[in-house]
């Protein structure tokens, strides 16, 4: 197993972990992008708007997974969910992250 194929179960692995903690997936591409394809039962919160929907995800009270084409803005999502002690893990592009759940 290449370090890469290491990273990658563990990543899958650690996803499976918050799915059965009960995990809701937010995707943060545009609603143009979401509606041409989306994870279903994500929820589509643009990042552009993520920092005025923290209260309202932390009333969820649940670990989320973050998503987006690439994984790029989906890891700037969990960063600044982080920031507000939102249990998160940047789940990568949506169409990989569709393949693992």
């Known amino acids: 197993m290449g370090l890469l194929d290491f990273f990658l179960k563990n990543k899958e692995e650690d996803i499976k972990g918050f799915l059965n ?9 545009t609603k143009a992008e979401y509606s041409q394809g989306a994870i279903t039962g994500s929820k589509n919160i ?14 969820l009270n649940k670990p989320i997974i973050t998503c987006c084409a690439s994984g790029m803005r989906s890891g700037n999502a ?11 893990i940047n789940g990568g592009g949506w169409a990989s992250l569709k393949t693992k759940l």
């Open 21 to 29: 903690k009960g995990a809701i997936i937010i995707d943060v591409r």
């Open 46 to 59: 643009p990042l552009q708007i993520i920092d005025s929907k923290i209260d309202d995800i932390k009333k």
């Open 78 to 88: 969990a960063s600044i969910l982080k920031r507000h002690n939102i249990e998160v």
